[in-house]
């Protein structure tokens, strides 16, 4: 047919070929506008950030605004003792808010996992703390530590374990306690649920040859649980840590907006939003988040590294 009719052939070469340029650009069309909102939403603030952490930039001291270079990171690490605090406090913060959720999470759904009356209901019952809002947390623990009608000291006072009211608050030897608990409550389910669902993927019938094989739950939980739980736990607690580093809605209400006292509670996010939003040093307080970006960006590729995760799956 193609050699009675060369002009037809012709034709149809020419029309698959406008076809397939209309069909490439399809994909990047569908694609389009999820790429707009990932760089007006993404990528434009982040780049807005590293552009003002090289800027003098407060808006009641507009005379001193303009190009300051590396400024303001010499000024950070030469002359700025807080943040140096700052950055102790928020590993002191991370380390103990993700082990000790980690520990109290993976309890909770070693015990959700097992066959008992109204496990459903409890299982519902233990994401509650983590649908609420951290705003209502906050505000829900500052009047439970609360020094004149918190049930904390009513309770405690009621038991005669204390003589006298604490302001667990305002105490130096109380307020980052407080505030430890306060998170672990919101936190703890975070752990719970992801755990309890990677423990409902490992076959039962390991469980049973494990038994026949005389091993008792603490070897089956090493040998079994453990090895299956191992992803979910390098990536959840890479998760919860980036978000406990940048946690700032609990500390800052439960503080008054203070970190303190004497900054005792001040993390990097935290010593962030006093200088960029109360002090309204933009190009400073950029300056410091551009550390924390590079802090974790650091943190989360070393972590994965070192854990190896994904390896097992690729051999």
Request: glycine share 6%; proline share 4%; with cysteine.
């Amino acid at each position: 047919m193609s050699a009675s009719n060369p002009t037809l052939t012709r034709q149809q070469h020419s029309a698959a070929k406008k076809r397939k340029k209309s069909i490439n650009w399809m994909p990047y069309i569908l694609i389009a506008p999820a790429i707009i909102l990932i760089f007006c939403f993404l990528f434009y603030p982040v780049g807005n950030v590293f552009y003002y952490s090289m800027q003098h930039f407060n808006p009641a001291k507009t005379y001193e605004n303009g190009f300051a270079g590396l400024d303001n990171f010499t000024k950070i690490f030469r002359e700025d003792s807080l943040f140096y605090l700052s950055l102790w406090v928020s590993l002191k913060w991370v380390v103990v808010e993700v082990v000790l959720q980690l520990i109290c999470g993976l309890g909770i759904a070693l015990m959700l996992n097992q066959s008992f009356k109204f496990r459903g209901l409890f299982r519902s019952a233990a994401i509650l703390p983590w649908a609420i809002s951290g705003v209502v947390t906050s505000t829900l623990w500052s009047l439970i530590f609360n020094e004149q009608m918190g049930v904390i000291n009513d309770l405690l006072l009621r038991f005669n374990w204390i003589d006298h009211r604490v302001a667990w608050l305002a105490e130096l030897n109380t307020v980052f306690p407080s505030i430890v608990t306060a998170e672990l409550w919101r936190g703890i389910p975070f752990f719970t649920i992801a755990l309890l669902a990677a423990m409902q993927t490992i076959p039962g019938d390991l469980y049973e040859s494990a038994v026949v094989d005389g091993a008792n739950r603490w070897k089956s939980f090493i040998h079994i649980t453990m090895p299956f739980l191992k992803n979910t736990i390098i990536l959840t607690t890479l998760l919860r840590a980036v978000w406990e580093f940048n946690n700032v809605d609990l500390i800052f209400i439960m503080t008054n907006g203070t970190g303190g006292p004497v900054d005792l509670t001040t993390t990097l996010p935290m010593y962030i939003v006093k200088q960029a939003i109360i002090a309204q040093d933009f190009g400073y307080g950029s300056a410091l988040t551009v550390i924390g970006f590079i802090i974790l960006l650091l943190f989360a590729v070393s972590y994965l590294k070192l854990s190896g995760f994904g390896k097992e799956d690729q051999t």
